[in-house]
T-cell receptor
Framework: DAGVIQSPRHEVTEMGQEVTLRCKPI?????LFWYRQTMMRGLELLIY????????DSGMPEDRFSAKMPNASFSTLKIQPSEPRDSAVYFC?????????????FGPGTRLTVL | AQSVTQLDSQVPVFEEAPVELRCNYS??????LFWYVQYPNQGLQLLLK??????LVKGINGFEAEFNKSQTSFHLRKPSVHISDTAEYFC????????????FGRGTSLIVHP
């Protein structure tokens, strides 16, 4: 398996622009997580999907952030409009469902820079 | 709610020396415990996990961790580190019987010097 795939790997945009990050989880994994990593705040969970349904989005910073999972093999995280404070590395992770102690498999991340 | 504390933000060590990275957690219920490693410009990957049973858990790359319930700790150790172990290490907990959402510590940067 190719592992969790994220695109783009790097994104540089200007404040106010819309940004869309993409994730393809490992085939057969039913749980999907979006994280944000910054030096100041460490690794933060943004949203968690199970069987394509958002279960916990309490970590989504504000209405500018939205996430979708239209099918089991694809998810997007959108920021509109983007702000400089959104600059971070965004990770997508997937996990087999069924038990809570399954490990999470992380993608390589998308490094977002908002100017 | 559970929390995870990694007391050391950075641990410098010389090659072939032993190392211990500390992790303490707080929770009112039992937890599952994990250590993940993040190499530069990569995502996190699992080193080892404790679910139940023996309190000493062995993982990949020669790492091991010991669960201490009375001290609510899960420290990571390696008897002899290599340059290639230079990375960020994250401790994480998941509540047993709870959601599937892990709580991660802030991470410890292990820097191995030649």
């Amino acid at each position: 398996d190719a592992g969790v795939i994220q695109s783009p790997r790097h994104e540089v945009t200007e404040m106010g622009q819309e940004v869309t990050l993409r994730c393809k989880p490992i085939s057969g994994h039913n749980s999907l997580f979006w994280y944000r990593q910054t030096m100041m705040r460490g690794l933060e969970l943004l949203i968690y999907f199970n069987n394509n349904v958002p279960i916990d989005d309490s970590g989504m910073p504000e209405d500018r952030f939205s996430a979708k999972m239209p099918n089991a093999s694809f998810s997007t995280l959108k920021i509109q409009p983007s702000e400089p404070r959104d600059s971070a590395v965004y990770f997508c992770a997937s996990s087999p469902s069924g038990v809570p102690y399954n490990e999470q498999f992380f993608g390589p991340g998308t490094r977002l820079t908002v100017l | 709610a559970q929390s995870v504390t990694q007391l050391d933000s950075q641990v410098p060590v010389f090659e072939e020396a032993p190392v211990e990275l500390r992790c303490n957690y707080s929770s009112s219920v039992s937890v599952y415990l994990f250590w993940y490693v993040q190499y530069p410009n990569q995502g996190l990957q699992l080193l080892l996990k404790y679910l139940s049973g023996s309190t000493l858990v062995k993982g990949i790359n020669g790492f091991e961790a010991e669960f201490n319930k009375s001290q609510t700790s899960f420290h990571l150790r390696k008897p002899s580190v290599h340059i290639s172990d230079t990375a960020e290490y994250f401790c994480a907990v998941i509540l047993t019987g709870g959601s599937y959402i892990p709580t991660f510590g802030r991470g410890t940067s292990l820097i191995v010097h030649p």
